[in-house]
């Protein structure tokens, strides 16, 4: 709102008399000396002693009057030359009492309006300084005509102690007052700055909402964008609170039918629940905080839940259940959902459809085991002509001949034996996987595995040897495929060890299992290949850099028997150095699926 012409002509005498100029404050007083001047020339009656005194007198406030304005064009309002103009006055205006009657002059309260100026200075030194000029100025009289009566000294002095009395009040409230706008002053700038504060919060504050804004928008943007993942928000309750368009894709619901009041568990079936319920046992175990709502949930989603809370990574293969009641392969996770504090308000899912995946394996699988029996017969057949050949007494063979057919009958057993390990893959992943369990020593199953693999070390100039105890390890599994785990890894442990080297194998209890590991100091494995070697047909750079033959079957079928029998596989490997795989093989076996929720490949 603007202001008025007369409020802006207010403020601008308000601006002046805050801060007065030594000219504004000389005004008075030349004012009065000036009135008194002249009703001294105009008024007959008015005694006029020493001419000479009341014109030293004028003359004295004129001076100071023109030091004041020079001091207020040099925009001087403060200091000791300031203070100087009323000094002057006094002694001026003592002049021209002199002048014009002496102590029954009537013009000797104009001292007061000097002694007003100089009193209101800051410090009560200028009440002294007031007494002191008073006490001159009424004096001067007695200067040059000295009183005859006790009576007439008496008022000289009581004068002077009216004036530094009336000063000392002056100085005690230009102090207060001096104080009151110091006070004013700082809340003043308290509030201005609070003021600016508020000015810059305010500003900081839009511009963060802008920013917020900008991300609302970003963030709406790719949750709309996210059709390929199903993403689903749910409370503590497993009651789902966000649903984006991948889920609606994904599991047949609209956002609008899944937000009101719809549980996460209907999207998986009795079965699958039941399962996860099984697998995760050991995380079913009541919480102090613990919603009563979650007493409504199935066991398996809190199994989830708790292993969520645990830290544990959710990650794993599992049916949905849509809708419209089919069932969809979907990869899973679930994280915990915690706001911008940290605290946690629910749970995330992720699902991604599996469904093409799942459909290429089969097809791959089937493709492999098609090809596999296809070649499987016309080698057995080669591999028996073969014998026929070399065994056949009518029609022997020359030397030549018998190391010719010798060739062909090593290579078309190597074919025979990858053909093998194509079923043997192809039975893993389809879940045709069967285990002739039954107890054994797995320290035997050692020792015997170190002693088939001892020629071929011997021929490589390697050396193994088994760090296996006296005392037998029992445990329940199949011998057979044990076996043929611990064949590959020493296989693999003796094909990528120079000459020189060392292969050991080795047995020992852990908690709950047997390690069984084989250790080399070979040419070792990038770390940033060890991810992928359980991958079917890989092969470490390290391999074909060594050109060492194999095709990249040997360790997935090593892990696939391991985790048949309920165990775990991990590698440890330095270029350079050597590497060591280890298996633990628990002494309870377990019956659960090879793949569940929450195992990590």
């Not at 021929?459 to 760090?467: F, L, P, S, T, V």
């Not at 296996?468 to 329940?476: C, S, T, Y």
């Not at 270029?575 to 195992?599: C, D, I, K, Q, Y």
Request: hydrophobic residues 45%; aromatic residues 6%; glycine residues 8%.
């Amino acid at each position: 709102m603007r202001a008025t012409p007369l409020a802006r002509a207010e403020s601008r005498w308000y601006r002046i008399f805050d801060d007065p100029s030594p000219l504004l404050k000389q005004a008075p007083t030349v004012i009065a000396a000036a009135v008194a001047g002249l009703l001294t020339w105009w008024v007959p009656d008015l005694p006029v002693a020493h001419a000479a005194s009341a014109i030293g007198g004028i003359a004295l406030v004129l001076g100071a009057t023109v030091l004041a304005a020079v001091l207020t064009a040099r925009r001087i309002h403060d200091g000791w030359a300031v203070l100087l103009i009323p000094i002057i006055d006094i002694i001026g205006l003592g002049l021209f009492r002199t002048g014009t009657g002496g102590p029954g002059s009537l013009f000797s309260a104009l001292v007061l309006l000097p002694v007003v100026w100089l009193a209101a200075a800051p410090g009560i030194r200028w009440v002294f300084v007031v007494a002191g000029l008073t006490s001159v100025a009424l004096l001067m009289p007695y200067f040059t005509d000295p009183p005859h009566t006790s009576t007439e000294w008496l008022r000289g002095v009581v004068a002077p102690l009216v004036f530094a009395a009336v000063a000392a009040v002056i100085n005690q409230l230009a102090r207060q007052q001096r104080l009151r706008v110091q006070q004013a002053e700082e809340l003043v700038a308290e509030r201005t700055k609070a003021l600016s504060e508020n000015v810059a919060m305010i500003v900081q504050l839009r511009d963060k909402e802008r920013q917020y804004r900008e991300l609302l928008d970003s963030f709406e943007s790719l949750w709309s964008s996210i059709t390929a993942q199903a993403v689903i928000a749910t409370t503590r309750d497993g009651v789902v609170t966000a649903w984006n368009p991948g889920a609606e894709r994904l599991l047949g619901l609209s956002a609008g039918e899944a937000l009101k009041d719809v549980r996460v568990d209907r999207f998986f079936s009795t079965a699958v629940l039941s399962m996860l319920a099984a697998e995760h046992a050991d995380r079913l175990q009541p919480s102090e905080d613990r919603r009563s709502g979650e007493d409504e949930l199935s066991p398996g989603i809190q199994a989830l839940f708790a292993q969520a809370d645990a830290g544990l990574t959710v990650d794993g293969d599992i049916e949905v259940t849509t809708a419209g009641g089919t069932t969809v392969p979907a990869r899973v996770t679930v994280s915990p959902h915690k706001d911008g504090a940290g605290a946690q308000q629910g749970y995330l899912f992720v699902l991604t459809d599996e469904t093409r995946a799942v459909e290429v394996a089969r097809m791959k699988d089937e493709f492999v085991g098609m090809i596999s029996h296809e070649l499987r017969t016309p080698l057995s057949a080669i591999i028996g002509f073969l014998d026929l050949l070399q065994n056949d007494p009518g029609q022997p063979l020359t030397g030549d001949q018998q190391e010719f057919v010798s060739i062909i009958e090593r290579n078309a057993q190597r074919l025979l034996n990858l053909v093998g390990d194509l079923l043997f893959t192809a039975q893993v992943e389809s879940g045709r996987f069967p285990l002739d369990r039954e107890e054994a020593d797995v320290a035997e199953l050692v020792r015997s595995a170190v002693v088939s693999a001892g020629p071929h070390a011997q021929r490589e100039g390697i050396e193994i040897d088994a760090e296996v105890g006296p005392d037998p390890v029992r445990l329940v599994v199949d011998s057979g495929r044990i076996g043929q785990a611990l064949d590959n890894l020493l296989s693999n442990a003796i094909k990528f060890t120079p000459s020189g080297g060392r292969v050991t194998a080795r047995v020992r209890l852990v908690d709950g299992g047997v390690e069984l590991s084989v250790r080399d100091t070979g040419v070792g494995i990038p770390e940033n290949e060890q991810g992928m070697l359980f991958t079917r047909f890989f092969r470490a750079s390290t391999a074909t850099r060594n050109a060492v033959p194999g095709v990249g079957l040997g360790l997935t079928i090593t892990r696939a028997i391991v985790l048949a029998h309920g165990g775990t596989m991990d590698v440890t490997s330095q270029e350079g150095v050597g590497t060591e795989f280890r298996f633990v093989l628990p002494v309870a076996p377990r019956t659960e699926a090879l793949t569940s929720l929450g195992h990590v490949d």
